[in-house]
Protein backbone atom coordinates (compact mmCIF):
# COMPACT_ATOMS: atom_id res chain seq x y z
CA UNK A 1 0.00 0.00 0.00
CA UNK A 2 1.07 3.54 -1.03
CA UNK A 3 2.79 5.53 2.46
CA UNK A 4 0.19 8.01 2.71
CA UNK A 5 2.52 10.15 4.65
CA UNK A 6 3.45 11.14 1.49
CA UNK A 7 6.96 12.11 1.92
CA UNK A 8 7.79 15.81 0.98
CA UNK A 9 9.92 15.90 -1.60
CA UNK A 10 10.81 19.36 -0.86
CA UNK A 11 13.33 18.84 1.86
CA UNK A 12 12.52 22.02 4.03
CA UNK A 13 8.76 20.35 4.92
CA UNK A 14 7.83 18.33 8.06
CA UNK A 15 6.67 15.05 6.92
CA UNK A 16 3.05 14.27 8.30
CA UNK A 17 3.67 11.42 10.31
CA UNK A 18 6.03 14.19 12.12
CA UNK A 19 3.28 16.78 12.01
CA UNK A 20 0.80 13.97 13.85
CA UNK A 21 3.72 12.73 16.49
CA UNK A 22 4.69 15.92 17.81
CA UNK A 23 0.37 17.15 17.80
CA UNK A 24 -0.50 14.01 19.75
CA UNK A 25 1.96 14.87 22.44
CA UNK A 26 1.10 18.07 22.36
CA UNK A 27 -2.42 17.16 22.83
CA UNK A 28 -1.60 14.62 25.81
CA UNK A 29 0.15 17.30 27.80
CA UNK A 30 -2.22 19.85 27.41
CA UNK A 31 -5.26 16.84 28.55
CA UNK A 32 -3.10 15.71 31.07
CA UNK A 33 -2.88 19.42 32.68
CA UNK A 34 -6.40 19.98 32.04
CA UNK A 35 -7.43 16.34 33.42
CA UNK A 36 -4.87 15.26 36.10
CA UNK A 37 -6.36 12.06 36.51
CA UNK A 38 -5.37 11.38 32.83
CA UNK A 39 -1.71 11.36 34.23
CA UNK A 40 -2.47 8.85 37.00
CA UNK A 41 -4.03 6.94 34.41
CA UNK A 42 -1.30 6.66 31.92
CA UNK A 43 1.16 5.31 34.95
CA UNK A 44 -0.71 2.77 35.63
CA UNK A 45 -1.40 1.58 32.03
CA UNK A 46 2.64 1.97 31.61
CA UNK A 47 3.35 -0.41 34.56
CA UNK A 48 0.89 -2.68 33.37
CA UNK A 49 2.25 -2.83 29.67
CA UNK A 50 5.83 -3.14 31.27
CA UNK A 51 5.16 -6.07 33.16
CA UNK A 52 3.18 -7.94 30.00
CA UNK A 53 6.43 -7.09 28.25
CA UNK A 54 8.73 -8.74 31.12
CA UNK A 55 6.62 -12.01 31.58
CA UNK A 56 4.78 -12.75 28.43
CA UNK A 57 7.52 -13.06 25.65
CA UNK A 58 5.25 -14.44 23.00
CA UNK A 59 3.55 -11.27 23.34
CA UNK A 60 6.46 -8.95 23.05
CA UNK A 61 7.85 -10.84 19.80
CA UNK A 62 4.47 -10.78 18.18
CA UNK A 63 5.17 -6.69 18.60
CA UNK A 64 8.09 -6.89 17.49
CA UNK A 65 7.52 -8.66 14.31
CA UNK A 66 4.77 -6.24 13.93
CA UNK A 67 6.55 -2.98 14.18
CA UNK A 68 4.17 -2.30 16.94
CA UNK A 69 7.02 -2.27 20.04
CA UNK A 70 8.18 1.26 19.85
CA UNK A 71 4.29 2.60 19.01
CA UNK A 72 3.20 0.90 22.48
CA UNK A 73 3.63 4.15 24.58
CA UNK A 74 2.80 6.42 21.42
CA UNK A 75 -0.87 4.68 21.64
CA UNK A 76 -3.47 7.31 21.81
CA UNK A 77 -6.56 8.10 20.75
CA UNK A 78 -8.92 11.03 21.27
CA UNK A 79 -13.04 12.08 20.62
CA UNK A 80 -14.67 14.80 19.69
CA UNK A 81 -17.68 15.72 18.86
CA UNK A 82 -18.80 19.14 16.20
CA UNK A 83 -21.87 20.76 15.47
CA UNK A 84 -22.56 21.66 11.90
CA UNK A 85 -21.23 20.07 8.46
CA UNK A 86 -18.86 23.15 8.24
CA UNK A 87 -16.96 22.39 10.76
CA UNK A 88 -16.72 18.37 10.08
CA UNK A 89 -15.20 20.13 6.08
CA UNK A 90 -12.86 21.66 7.63
CA UNK A 91 -11.60 19.45 10.47
CA UNK A 92 -11.19 17.01 7.54
CA UNK A 93 -8.60 19.39 5.90
CA UNK A 94 -6.81 20.07 9.64
CA UNK A 95 -6.74 16.40 10.33
CA UNK A 96 -5.11 15.54 6.54
CA UNK A 97 -2.10 18.01 7.24
CA UNK A 98 -0.99 15.45 9.55
CA UNK A 99 -1.86 12.31 7.22
CA UNK A 100 -5.01 11.16 8.83
CA UNK A 101 -8.08 10.74 6.73
CA UNK A 102 -11.42 9.34 7.50
CA UNK A 103 -12.13 5.59 8.05
CA UNK A 104 -15.26 4.17 8.32
CA UNK A 105 -18.63 5.32 8.79
CA UNK A 106 -20.67 4.48 12.46
CA UNK A 107 -23.84 5.53 13.39
CA UNK A 108 -24.57 6.06 16.93
CA UNK A 109 -28.05 6.59 17.09
CA UNK A 110 -29.77 2.92 17.12
CA UNK A 111 -28.26 2.70 20.50
CA UNK A 112 -29.15 6.63 21.87
CA UNK A 113 -26.47 8.30 20.50
CA UNK A 114 -27.82 11.57 18.27
CA UNK A 115 -24.71 10.99 16.34
CA UNK A 116 -22.52 9.98 13.35
CA UNK A 117 -18.82 9.74 13.16
CA UNK A 118 -15.97 8.56 11.29
CA UNK A 119 -11.97 7.95 12.33
CA UNK A 120 -9.37 10.01 11.25
CA UNK A 121 -6.23 8.09 11.36
CA UNK A 122 -3.20 7.07 8.79
CA UNK A 123 -4.10 4.14 6.58
CA UNK A 124 -0.93 2.47 5.70
CA UNK A 125 1.66 0.25 8.10
CA UNK A 126 4.72 2.28 7.93
CA UNK A 127 2.41 5.29 9.30
CA UNK A 128 0.66 3.91 11.71
CA UNK A 129 3.90 2.54 13.20
CA UNK A 130 4.79 5.84 12.82
CA UNK A 131 2.60 7.72 15.10
CA UNK A 132 -0.82 5.43 15.51
CA UNK A 133 -2.86 8.30 16.83
CA UNK A 134 -6.55 8.87 15.75
CA UNK A 135 -9.84 11.08 16.46
CA UNK A 136 -12.90 9.45 16.81
CA UNK A 137 -15.26 12.29 15.36
CA UNK A 138 -18.64 12.85 15.77
CA UNK A 139 -21.15 15.03 14.15
CA UNK A 140 -23.94 16.30 15.95
CA UNK A 141 -27.64 15.46 14.12
CA UNK A 142 -30.01 18.37 14.79
CA UNK A 143 -32.24 16.18 12.61
CA UNK A 144 -33.18 14.03 15.85
CA UNK A 145 -34.02 16.71 17.86
CA UNK A 146 -37.68 16.79 18.24
CA UNK A 147 -38.34 20.15 19.89
CA UNK A 148 -38.23 22.54 16.99
CA UNK A 149 -37.70 25.64 19.16
CA UNK A 150 -34.80 23.78 20.68
CA UNK A 151 -33.57 23.01 17.46
CA UNK A 152 -33.38 26.36 16.14
CA UNK A 153 -31.89 27.89 19.53
CA UNK A 154 -28.82 24.78 18.27
CA UNK A 155 -28.70 25.98 15.07
CA UNK A 156 -28.93 29.78 15.66
CA UNK A 157 -25.85 29.31 18.58
CA UNK A 158 -23.69 26.87 16.71
CA UNK A 159 -23.65 29.03 13.85
CA UNK A 160 -22.70 31.83 15.90
CA UNK A 161 -19.46 29.46 16.73
CA UNK A 162 -15.91 29.30 15.19
CA UNK A 163 -13.65 26.42 16.51
CA UNK A 164 -10.77 27.06 14.53
CA UNK A 165 -8.37 30.47 14.47
CA UNK A 166 -7.28 31.98 11.37
CA UNK A 167 -3.97 31.23 11.64
CA UNK A 168 -4.62 27.32 11.49
CA UNK A 169 -7.01 28.20 8.72
CA UNK A 170 -4.19 29.97 7.02
CA UNK A 171 -1.46 27.32 7.60
CA UNK A 172 -4.08 24.96 6.27
CA UNK A 173 -4.51 26.30 3.04
CA UNK A 174 -1.06 27.16 3.18
CA UNK A 175 -0.13 23.15 3.33
CA UNK A 176 -3.28 22.76 0.29
CA UNK A 177 -1.32 24.92 -1.85
CA UNK A 178 2.18 24.17 -1.00
CA UNK A 179 1.70 20.09 -0.41
CA UNK A 180 3.64 20.65 3.03
CA UNK A 181 4.66 22.80 5.47
CA UNK A 182 7.93 23.87 6.77
CA UNK A 183 9.38 23.18 10.25
CA UNK A 184 8.35 26.48 11.46
CA UNK A 185 4.97 26.57 10.41
CA UNK A 186 4.20 23.10 11.81
CA UNK A 187 5.12 24.43 14.92
CA UNK A 188 2.58 26.94 14.77
CA UNK A 189 0.34 24.93 13.22
CA UNK A 190 0.30 22.43 16.27
CA UNK A 191 0.08 25.25 18.36
CA UNK A 192 -2.83 27.64 16.43
CA UNK A 193 -4.73 23.50 16.01
CA UNK A 194 -4.62 22.61 19.72
CA UNK A 195 -6.84 25.68 20.61
CA UNK A 196 -9.74 24.05 19.16
CA UNK A 197 -9.58 21.18 21.23
CA UNK A 198 -9.22 22.89 24.38
CA UNK A 199 -11.05 23.07 27.45
CA UNK A 200 -13.12 26.18 28.10
CA UNK A 201 -15.32 27.11 30.68
CA UNK A 202 -17.21 29.77 29.68
CA UNK A 203 -19.95 28.95 27.68
CA UNK A 204 -21.63 30.39 25.00
CA UNK A 205 -25.15 29.94 26.11
CA UNK A 206 -27.31 30.74 28.84
CA UNK A 207 -27.87 28.53 32.22
CA UNK A 208 -31.87 28.12 31.02
CA UNK A 209 -29.99 27.06 27.06
CA UNK A 210 -28.06 24.81 28.30
CA UNK A 211 -30.51 23.07 30.66
CA UNK A 212 -33.03 22.34 28.28
CA UNK A 213 -30.30 20.90 26.11
CA UNK A 214 -29.47 18.90 28.84
CA UNK A 215 -32.82 17.24 29.14
CA UNK A 216 -32.83 16.48 25.41
CA UNK A 217 -30.06 14.54 25.58
CA UNK A 218 -26.30 15.53 27.34
CA UNK A 219 -24.30 15.17 24.35
CA UNK A 220 -26.15 17.79 22.70
CA UNK A 221 -25.82 20.47 25.32
CA UNK A 222 -21.85 19.09 25.49
CA UNK A 223 -21.75 20.16 21.71
CA UNK A 224 -23.73 22.62 21.52
CA UNK A 225 -23.40 24.30 24.73
CA UNK A 226 -19.51 25.24 24.19
CA UNK A 227 -17.32 27.25 22.86
CA UNK A 228 -15.77 24.13 20.65
CA UNK A 229 -15.16 20.62 20.22
CA UNK A 230 -13.02 20.38 23.53
CA UNK A 231 -11.20 16.56 23.77
CA UNK A 232 -13.52 14.80 26.02
CA UNK A 233 -10.85 11.71 26.35
CA UNK A 234 -7.99 10.54 24.93
CA UNK A 235 -6.63 6.90 25.52
CA UNK A 236 -3.60 4.99 25.67
CA UNK A 237 -3.22 1.38 24.88
CA UNK A 238 -2.79 -1.46 27.44
CA UNK A 239 -2.07 -5.06 26.62
CA UNK A 240 -4.36 -6.39 29.67
CA UNK A 241 -7.37 -4.15 30.08
CA UNK A 242 -8.54 -6.33 32.73
CA UNK A 243 -5.44 -5.48 35.15
CA UNK A 244 -5.90 -1.87 34.33
CA UNK A 245 -9.67 -2.53 35.62
CA UNK A 246 -8.47 -3.88 39.09
CA UNK A 247 -5.97 -1.73 38.81
CA UNK A 248 -7.80 1.85 38.64
CA UNK A 249 -10.34 0.39 41.56
CA UNK A 250 -7.42 -0.17 43.72
CA UNK A 251 -6.18 3.60 42.69
CA UNK A 252 -9.58 4.90 43.98
CA UNK A 253 -9.70 5.66 40.23
CA UNK A 254 -13.64 5.29 39.61
CA UNK A 255 -13.74 2.65 36.97
CA UNK A 256 -17.10 2.42 34.49
CA UNK A 257 -18.94 -0.75 35.36
CA UNK A 258 -18.34 -2.99 32.02
CA UNK A 259 -15.73 -3.54 29.45
CA UNK A 260 -16.50 -2.81 26.09
CA UNK A 261 -16.29 -5.24 23.34
CA UNK A 262 -15.85 -9.25 23.09
CA UNK A 263 -14.96 -10.94 26.60
CA UNK A 264 -11.09 -12.26 27.47
CA UNK A 265 -9.43 -14.24 25.49
CA UNK A 266 -5.54 -15.98 24.57
CA UNK A 267 -6.23 -14.09 21.17
CA UNK A 268 -7.29 -10.86 21.00
CA UNK A 269 -10.12 -9.92 18.54
CA UNK A 270 -10.97 -6.23 17.88
CA UNK A 271 -11.24 -3.73 20.55
CA UNK A 272 -11.75 -3.86 24.03
CA UNK A 273 -12.60 -0.54 25.95
CA UNK A 274 -13.30 0.63 29.43
CA UNK A 275 -13.12 4.47 31.30
CA UNK A 276 -12.86 5.94 34.25
CA UNK A 277 -16.40 7.80 35.01
CA UNK A 278 -16.68 11.88 33.48
CA UNK A 279 -15.65 14.04 35.67
CA UNK A 280 -18.27 16.91 37.33
CA UNK A 281 -16.78 20.44 36.36
CA UNK A 282 -17.30 24.27 36.71
CA UNK A 283 -18.32 25.91 34.45
CA UNK A 284 -19.50 29.51 33.67
CA UNK A 285 -22.87 30.27 32.01
CA UNK A 286 -23.71 33.68 30.03
CA UNK A 287 -26.01 35.81 31.36
CA UNK A 288 -28.89 36.80 29.47
CA UNK A 289 -29.20 40.59 28.86
CA UNK A 290 -32.54 42.40 29.24
CA UNK A 291 -33.79 46.27 28.78
CA UNK A 292 -32.47 47.41 31.71
CA UNK A 293 -29.14 46.34 31.24
CA UNK A 294 -28.98 47.96 27.79
CA UNK A 295 -30.21 51.65 29.14
CA UNK A 296 -27.97 51.39 31.77
CA UNK A 297 -25.08 50.85 29.29
CA UNK A 298 -24.22 47.32 31.50
CA UNK A 299 -23.44 45.22 28.35
CA UNK A 300 -19.96 43.74 30.14
CA UNK A 301 -20.43 39.85 29.86
CA UNK A 302 -21.62 38.37 32.85
CA UNK A 303 -22.01 34.50 34.02
CA UNK A 304 -23.54 32.41 36.73
CA UNK A 305 -21.89 29.15 38.27
CA UNK A 306 -23.38 25.86 37.13
CA UNK A 307 -21.41 22.64 36.40
CA UNK A 308 -21.10 20.12 33.49
CA UNK A 309 -20.27 16.68 33.35
CA UNK A 310 -18.34 15.49 29.83
CA UNK A 311 -14.59 14.80 29.96
CA UNK A 312 -13.37 11.07 30.87
CA UNK A 313 -10.42 8.98 30.94
CA UNK A 314 -10.50 5.82 28.62
CA UNK A 315 -8.12 2.81 28.42
CA UNK A 316 -8.23 0.02 25.14
CA UNK A 317 -7.09 -3.12 24.62
CA UNK A 318 -6.44 -3.81 20.72
CA UNK A 319 -7.30 -7.35 19.29
CA UNK A 320 -6.95 -8.56 15.47
CA UNK A 321 -8.74 -7.10 13.14
CA UNK A 322 -11.64 -9.23 11.62
CA UNK A 323 -12.83 -9.95 8.31
CA UNK A 324 -16.53 -9.66 6.79
CA UNK A 325 -16.86 -13.45 7.84
CA UNK A 326 -15.11 -13.22 10.85
CA UNK A 327 -16.88 -9.73 12.02
CA UNK A 328 -20.61 -10.92 10.79
CA UNK A 329 -19.64 -14.03 13.89
CA UNK A 330 -18.96 -11.47 16.54
CA UNK A 331 -22.28 -8.93 16.02
CA UNK A 332 -23.81 -12.17 16.10
CA UNK A 333 -22.26 -13.42 19.56
CA UNK A 334 -22.75 -10.19 20.95
CA UNK A 335 -26.27 -9.73 20.44
CA UNK A 336 -26.86 -13.48 21.36
CA UNK A 337 -25.50 -12.37 24.71
CA UNK A 338 -27.14 -9.12 24.95
CA UNK A 339 -30.45 -10.72 24.25
CA UNK A 340 -30.08 -13.43 26.72
CA UNK A 341 -29.09 -10.62 29.34
CA UNK A 342 -32.18 -9.21 28.36
CA UNK A 343 -30.84 -5.36 29.93
CA UNK A 344 -27.97 -2.95 29.00
CA UNK A 345 -25.20 -4.50 30.72
CA UNK A 346 -24.31 -2.49 34.25
CA UNK A 347 -23.20 -1.98 37.67
CA UNK A 348 -25.80 -4.49 38.50
CA UNK A 349 -25.75 -7.15 36.53
CA UNK A 350 -21.90 -6.77 35.16
CA UNK A 351 -20.94 -10.52 36.58
CA UNK A 352 -23.75 -12.24 34.81
CA UNK A 353 -22.65 -10.21 31.77
CA UNK A 354 -19.44 -11.79 31.98
CA UNK A 355 -20.65 -14.90 32.61
CA UNK A 356 -22.74 -14.84 29.11
CA UNK A 357 -20.37 -13.42 27.08
CA UNK A 358 -17.68 -16.33 27.67
CA UNK A 359 -20.23 -18.77 27.00
CA UNK A 360 -21.33 -17.18 23.62
CA UNK A 361 -17.94 -16.55 22.48
CA UNK A 362 -17.07 -19.65 22.88
CA UNK A 363 -18.43 -20.13 19.35
CA UNK A 364 -15.18 -17.86 18.24
CA UNK A 365 -12.09 -19.90 17.76
CA UNK A 366 -9.51 -18.40 20.15
CA UNK A 367 -6.57 -19.05 18.23
CA UNK A 368 -4.42 -17.72 15.54
CA UNK A 369 -4.26 -20.78 13.21
CA UNK A 370 -7.35 -21.60 13.04
CA UNK A 371 -8.88 -17.38 12.49
CA UNK A 372 -6.55 -17.79 9.88
CA UNK A 373 -7.36 -21.33 8.61
CA UNK A 374 -11.22 -20.03 8.53
CA UNK A 375 -10.47 -16.72 7.19
CA UNK A 376 -12.13 -14.94 10.61
CA UNK A 377 -8.92 -12.38 10.64
CA UNK A 378 -6.13 -10.37 9.01
CA UNK A 379 -2.74 -11.49 8.86
CA UNK A 380 0.53 -10.19 8.36
CA UNK A 381 2.59 -12.99 6.38
CA UNK A 382 6.38 -13.02 6.90
CA UNK A 383 9.31 -15.22 6.05
CA UNK A 384 10.95 -17.17 9.29
CA UNK A 385 14.74 -16.09 8.75
CA UNK A 386 15.77 -19.63 10.46
CA UNK A 387 13.56 -21.70 8.63
CA UNK A 388 14.61 -25.00 6.73
CA UNK A 389 13.90 -23.88 3.12
CA UNK A 390 13.74 -27.37 2.01
CA UNK A 391 10.48 -27.43 3.00
CA UNK A 392 9.27 -25.01 -0.11
CA UNK A 393 10.81 -27.87 -2.35
CA UNK A 394 8.85 -27.46 -5.65
CA UNK A 395 5.77 -25.29 -4.20
CA UNK A 396 4.46 -22.74 -6.74
CA UNK A 397 5.32 -19.48 -4.59
CA UNK A 398 3.48 -17.56 -7.77
CA UNK A 399 -0.10 -18.12 -6.10
CA UNK A 400 -1.13 -15.77 -3.60
CA UNK A 401 -4.02 -17.49 -2.94
CA UNK A 402 -3.64 -20.51 -2.38
CA UNK A 403 -4.95 -21.22 0.90
CA UNK A 404 -3.52 -25.31 1.03
CA UNK A 405 0.03 -23.76 -0.19
CA UNK A 406 0.23 -21.06 2.41
CA UNK A 407 -1.39 -23.46 5.20
CA UNK A 408 1.14 -26.15 4.94
CA UNK A 409 4.33 -23.20 4.75
CA UNK A 410 2.64 -21.91 7.89
CA UNK A 411 2.78 -25.89 9.29
CA UNK A 412 6.52 -26.00 8.37
CA UNK A 413 7.47 -22.70 9.72
CA UNK A 414 8.22 -21.37 6.05
CA UNK A 415 6.21 -18.69 7.03
CA UNK A 416 4.92 -16.77 9.90
CA UNK A 417 1.30 -15.53 10.31
CA UNK A 418 1.25 -12.10 13.24
CA UNK A 419 -2.29 -10.35 13.47
CA UNK A 420 -3.42 -6.82 11.58
CA UNK A 421 -4.37 -4.83 14.99
CA UNK A 422 -7.37 -3.44 14.51
CA UNK A 423 -7.27 0.16 14.20
CA UNK A 424 -10.68 1.35 14.28
CA UNK A 425 -14.50 1.16 16.66
CA UNK A 426 -17.23 -0.16 17.55
CA UNK A 427 -20.33 1.63 17.24
CA UNK A 428 -21.96 -0.82 20.07
CA UNK A 429 -18.91 0.12 22.09
CA UNK A 430 -18.75 3.54 21.55
CA UNK A 431 -22.29 3.75 22.17
CA UNK A 432 -21.47 2.23 25.51
CA UNK A 433 -18.60 4.65 26.73
CA UNK A 434 -20.98 7.64 26.01
CA UNK A 435 -23.42 6.71 27.68
CA UNK A 436 -21.90 5.36 30.93
CA UNK A 437 -19.78 8.94 31.29
CA UNK A 438 -23.19 10.93 30.15
CA UNK A 439 -25.16 9.60 32.71
CA UNK A 440 -27.85 9.26 30.32
CA UNK A 441 -29.88 6.56 30.05
CA UNK A 442 -33.90 7.91 29.25
CA UNK A 443 -33.58 7.42 25.26
CA UNK A 444 -32.42 4.04 24.72
CA UNK A 445 -33.06 4.54 20.64
CA UNK A 446 -33.40 7.51 17.90
CA UNK A 447 -35.89 6.88 15.18
CA UNK A 448 -33.89 8.91 12.31
CA UNK A 449 -32.16 6.74 9.50
CA UNK A 450 -28.54 5.91 9.23
CA UNK A 451 -27.14 8.35 6.62
CA UNK A 452 -23.68 7.48 5.04
CA UNK A 453 -24.69 9.72 2.27
CA UNK A 454 -25.58 12.73 4.16
CA UNK A 455 -22.77 12.67 6.36
CA UNK A 456 -19.65 12.10 3.49
CA UNK A 457 -21.48 15.42 1.97
CA UNK A 458 -20.92 17.06 4.85
CA UNK A 459 -17.25 15.68 5.16
CA UNK A 460 -16.29 16.83 1.80
CA UNK A 461 -14.87 13.44 0.82
CA UNK A 462 -16.17 9.48 0.87
CA UNK A 463 -14.91 7.55 3.76
CA UNK A 464 -11.95 4.96 3.64
CA UNK A 465 -13.52 1.14 3.84
CA UNK A 466 -11.71 -0.01 6.49
CA UNK A 467 -12.05 -3.77 5.73
CA UNK A 468 -10.64 -3.16 2.13
CA UNK A 469 -7.66 -1.50 3.66
CA UNK A 470 -7.17 -4.32 6.00
CA UNK A 471 -7.35 -6.67 3.22
CA UNK A 472 -5.15 -4.99 1.48
CA UNK A 473 -2.56 -4.80 4.08
CA UNK A 474 -2.76 -8.37 3.91
CA UNK A 475 -2.24 -9.06 0.69
CA UNK A 476 0.84 -6.76 0.29
CA UNK A 477 2.61 -8.31 2.94
CA UNK A 478 1.51 -11.75 1.61
CA UNK A 479 3.17 -10.43 -2.13
CA UNK A 480 6.39 -9.49 0.05
CA UNK A 481 6.96 -12.73 1.55
CA UNK A 482 6.49 -14.69 -1.52
CA UNK A 483 9.19 -12.69 -3.51
CA UNK A 484 11.06 -13.03 -0.45
CA UNK A 485 11.17 -16.75 -0.61
CA UNK A 486 11.26 -17.12 -4.42
CA UNK A 487 14.36 -15.47 -4.31
CA UNK A 488 15.53 -17.96 -1.70
CA UNK A 489 14.35 -21.02 -3.18
Not at 325 to 348: C, M, V
Not at 453 to 473: H, I, K, P, T
Amino acid sequence: MKNTSDVISNSNMMNSDDIRHSFSVAMSAMYQNEVPLYGDLIELVTEVNNDVLNTQPDIKAQLEHTGEIDRLNLERHGAIRLGTAAELSMMRRLFAVMGMYPVGYYDLAPAGVPVHSTAFRAIDTESLNNSPFRVFTSLLRLDLIADESLKQAAIETLANRKIFTDAAIKLIERFENAGGLTDAEAQTFITEALETFRWHDKTPVSKELYERLLKQHPLIADVVGFKGPHINHLTPRTLDIDTVQQGMQARGIPPKAIIEGPPRRACPILLRQTSFKALQEPVSFKCQYDATDNANNNTAEQYEQGQHTARFGEIEQRGVSLTPKGRALYDTLLNKARDQLGATPNESNAAEYYRILEQVFAEFPDNYQTLHADKLAYFYYQPVAEAEMAEIGDINLTVPDDKETLIHLIDKGVIRIEPIVYEDFLPVSAAGIFQSNLQQDQQSHYDGNSNQQEFERDLGVNVYDELALYESMQAESLQNCLKILQKVA
